[in-house]
């Protein structure tokens, strides 16, 4: 069973770029070609909010909201995908999700979630 | 973008009684609907896809109906472990995928 861990620091400045990558086990993010893998948020105390979705082959969908702010990109070599958010405000404090989107005709919802990372955003 | 409006924001239920949780899209979203639990502390897990199937494992006290633009998430009999935020997902038009803000379910 495929399973997501978020990693990197929990801390990062105003006007930096928070960092995080996703690891992927059990499971080779190469191995379908119905799966995306992406980055959702929560504010604490907040709802959901879905950043962005790779696929294996570099193919993006990124939020239009946060797409001037955004990169993701993916290391299959490593079984990794990654998150990077420039900028930075107190208005990015979340915790952050990695989660796999299943792909295709009558598809997208998002299933495995990593544990999840909290990101304050803070001098 | 379609905007998702979930009611009401908290739902105050014994244990043993029905919850029914609503799902309003701001535009059809056909049946590609999702539902998702999320507990304090956790992740957000899959229980429905399509707006009615029920993922491998969830019991059978959830249900999902609907189509369109309204949408319906009822737990037939509340059990202990059901206290958790719900939310609605749609992913009929993107990006982006959308979610709903979310109802807690509280005992009563």
């Known amino acids: 069973q495929v399973q997501l861990q978020e990693s990197g620091p929990g801390l990062v400045k105003p006007s930096e770029t928070l960092s995080l990558t996703c690891t992927v086990s059990?499971?080779?993010?190469?191995?379908?070609?119905?799966?995306?893998w992406g980055w959702l948020r929560q504010p604490p105390g907040k709802g959901l909010e879905w950043i962005g979705s790779?696929?294996?082959?570099?193919?993006?969908n990124y939020n239009p909201s946060l797409k001037s702010r955004v990169t993701i990109s993916v290391d299959t070599s490593k079984n990794q995908f990654s998150l990077k958010l420039s900028s930075v405000t107190a208005a990015d404090t979340a915790v952050y999700y990695c989660?796999?989107?299943?792909?295709?005709?009558?598809?997208?919802?998002?299933?495995?979630w990593g544990q999840g990372t909290l990101v304050t955003v803070s001098s | 973008e379609i905007v998702m409006t979930q009611s009401p924001a908290t739902l105050s239920v014994s244990p043993g009684e029905r919850a029914t949780l609503s799902c309003r899209a701001s535009?059809?979203?056909?049946?590609?609907l999702a539902w998702y639990q999320q507990k304090p502390g956790q992740a957000p897990r899959l229980l429905i896809y399509?707006?009615?199937n029920r993922v491998t494992g969830i019991p059978a006290r959830f249900s999902g109906s609907g189509s369109g633009t309204e949408f319906t998430l009822t737990i037939s009999s509340l059990q202990s472990e059901d206290f958790a935020v719900y939310y609605c997902?749609?992913?009929?038009?993107?990006?982006?995928?959308?979610f709903g803000q979310g109802t807690k379910v509280e005992i009563k």
């Open positions: 989660a796999r989107r299943t792909h295709g005709s009558e598809r997208g919802w998002f299933d495995p």
């Open positions: 059990a499971g080779s993010i190469r191995s379908s070609s119905t799966y995306y």
């Open positions: 790779i696929y294996y082959t570099g193919n993006i």
């Open positions: 535009q059809s979203v056909s049946s590609n």
């Open positions: 399509g707006a009615y």
């Open positions: 997902q749609q992913y009929n038009n993107w990006p982006p995928w959308t």
